[in-house]
């Protein structure tokens, strides 16, 4: 036999002996680390995620342990191996459950091969035990504890959620030792530090411990760990003065809440300690937080809002009273000499039985999305909406593909992973995706309700027309319907209304909007004469896709009254009508008399100088509704 080597390109490479080959001393080391964080991180972008860690690494930084920020490519590029958090590797509740029964009453080691078998016997995938084995750093041997605690890493990742998930699949009660065993070791994965790990250590006085206990243990590391909280907040205010939650934030106010409310608060507050440049800072975590820390939150409120500190709202959507409309009350923009328009109304709505989206487990989301689905039917059940829901959860019964997922997100239908944005990530809105998200689109597609975004609902209604009252209709009409729904109750506060997870969308929780040709008022290429005759009337214009995004073909601009606070439903809806007949009387008078560009130059300078940093802020806040950022640009509610 003759074994002829080729000397095509394909076996070109030079072949070394292994004594020949060059090891460098770190890279054991080096790869280790890297792939202890790369399975933690569970990037959605595995390639993307490695260069931003190496790029740190490169630069003498230590590199974030947290999920990546960068997006996933969504343009139908071919994609690069990607680790997903979205299947769990397959692993479930019930295989832990078996796998803990079997041994994690032992606490004590087994042989690597044996822990492998084991757990494939009980069902849990082989690519899970890897990882889990390679984040553990187990070789010949592993621990039982931190091995099925690294197992419920993959499924429920985060120290507090794997905790929680640990005290469910042992029964409900986990021993004492186990505990300490589990924290201890994720504690060194996590590199807490060891005042930390003691203050944990000394809340724990039972033999067993329930959920109920742990969540308890838990929130009293998390009030220590605030304890340092009035330097970071100081450096913030000096860094960055426009934070609202530094700028707010009372030490003393702080100190006299006892230790859960302390961790309940920084949490709140958690979105603007890591990410000084915030104009917000702080989300909501429960629904009763703006009540139960009103002394923080109303000075918040008051700034943004540009109300008095003990402002109340009131909720009103009959149009009838409301001055300045039609004798009929019917807003019809045809009777105004306008086309037909894009028109669009959305609102923010929590239930007030679940906790706000910062603070949700992924069974929280789960089931909120299985609650909603209830009102999906009924809805999909008239005639006047039909539709379908398109579920993101995996095995959910309306679960939708990624293609199809990519569709919606192309059609400006469904938002996109919020994972990239890193507000929502620290408040941890963006956490378990895609658990407990979706969209309901009705027939027409000209309504969707968003499910688990930074709301747990967005209700949306759009139309082509020229009724203003049509769209408002149907969006009351289906809010009723979805309220109507047994254990579907809003959240409400006495005093600050529609409760919403970000500060900046309460009491109204809603933004109406219509894209207006202003060819004449625009015809210098700016929207600066548009925005003069708006701003009396405290009304946003902007570009089609948003804040300093361009014109539209024919001078279209977006048109949304800015306030959500301190005023109702109703006159949201007539402040943009009341704006479109004065632009419409601006744009048929423009050009006839040139002695009034002079004023308006001199109201565009009076905008820029006097409103730059409420300009500012809607920018900031203008983020959100990512799934429609290039229809709509609709605000996005940066925390």
Request: glycine letters at 8%; hydrophobic letters at 35%; a negative charge.
């Amino acid at each position: 036999i003759v074994i002829r080597l080729s000397t095509s390109p394909i076996m070109s490479d030079p072949m070394y002996s292994a004594a020949q080959i060059n090891i460098p001393p770190a890279l054991p080391q080096v790869l280790k680390e890297f792939t202890k964080a790369a399975i933690k991180s569970q990037p959605a972008d595995l390639l993307l995620w490695s260069a931003e860690y190496f790029e740190a690494l490169a630069s003498s930084k230590i590199p974030s342990p947290k999920r990546s920020k960068i997006p996933a490519q969504n343009d139908g590029a071919p994609q690069p191996t990607k680790v997903e958090v979205t299947t769990s590797h397959g692993i479930t509740e019930d295989a832990l459950k078996a796998l803990f029964a079997e041994i994690g009453q032992a606490h004590s080691g087994m042989d690597t091969s044996i822990a492998k078998r084991i757990a494939t016997e009980h069902s849990i995938p082989d690519q899970a035990i890897s990882d889990a084995l390679a984040l553990g750093d187990f070789h010949s041997s592993v621990r039982n504890i931190p091995f099925i605690t690294l197992l419920c890493t993959v499924l429920r990742p985060g120290l507090n959620e794997t905790l929680n998930l640990l005290v469910k699949v042992a029964g409900g009660e986990l021993p004492a030792a186990a505990f300490q065993e589990a924290f201890e070791f994720l504690a060194f994965l996590e590199e807490l530090s060891q005042d930390k790990i003691d203050v944990v250590m000394s809340a724990i006085t039972t033999e067993t411990l329930n959920a109920e206990q742990v969540s308890a243990i838990l929130t009293v590391e998390a009030s220590k760990e605030g304890d340092d909280v009035g330097s970071k907040i100081e450096a913030i205010r000096t860094s960055n003065p426009e934070n609202r939650m530094a700028k707010h934030f009372d030490v003393e106010y702080y100190n006299s809440l006892s230790d859960e409310d302390k961790a309940s608060l920084i949490q709140c507050c958690k979105s603007g300690l890591d990410n000084h440049d915030s104009s917000m800072g702080c989300y909501a975590m429960q629904p009763a937080d703006y009540d139960r820390f009103k002394p923080f939150f109303s000075k918040v409120i008051a700034d943004y809002h540009g109300v008095s500190i003990d402002a109340k709202h009131t909720n009103n959507w009959d149009l009838s009273g409301v001055e300045g409309l039609p004798d009929d009350g019917r807003l019809d923009l045809a009777a105004l000499g306008l086309p037909e328009l894009s028109m669009r109304v959305r609102v923010g709505r929590n239930l007030s039985d679940f906790p706000l989206p910062g603070a949700m487990t992924q069974d929280d989301r789960i089931n909120l999305e299985a609650r909603m689905c209830e009102a999906f039917a009924k809805l999909i059940a008239m005639p006047e909406y039909g539709g379908r829901y398109n579920s993101l959860t995996p095995n959910h019964a309306d679960h939708i593909n990624d293609d199809e997922y990519k569709q919606l997100v192309k059609d400006h239908i469904m938002f996109k992973d919020m994972a990239a944005d890193p507000y929502l990530a620290s408040a941890g809105i963006a956490s378990n995706w895609p658990y407990g998200r979706g969209c309901y689109v009705s027939e027409d597609r000209g309504f969707v309700i968003w499910v688990g975004e930074e709301d747990h609902l967005r209700i949306m209604c759009m139309r082509k027309g020229s009724v203003l009252n049509e769209v408002f209709d149907r969006l009351k009409t289906a809010l009723d319907v979805v309220s109507s729904i047994d254990g579907l109750e809003f959240a409400m506060s006495s005093d600050y209304g529609v409760v919403t997870s970000c500060p900046t969308n309460l009491g109204t929780g809603m933004r109406a909007s219509v894209h207006i040709p202003l060819p004449k008022l625009t015809s210098d290429g700016t929207d600066a004469k548009a925005k003069a005759v708006c701003k009396p009337l405290g009304l946003s214009v902007r570009g089609i896709g948003g804040e300093h995004t361009p014109i539209g073909d024919g001078g279209i601009c977006d048109i949304s009254p800015r306030a959500r606070f301190c005023i109702t439903e109703a006159e949201i809806i007539c402040a943009l009508y009341k704006g479109i007949k004065l632009l419409k009387e601006k744009e048929d008078a423009s050009g006839d008399d040139d002695d009034d560009e002079g004023d308006e130059k001199g109201d565009e300078d009076e905008e820029e100088n006097g409103e730059e940093g409420e300009e500012n802020d809607e920018e900031e806040n203008d983020k959100e509704e990512n799934g429609e950022e290039g229809e709509e640009g609709d605000e996005g509610d940066e925390g």
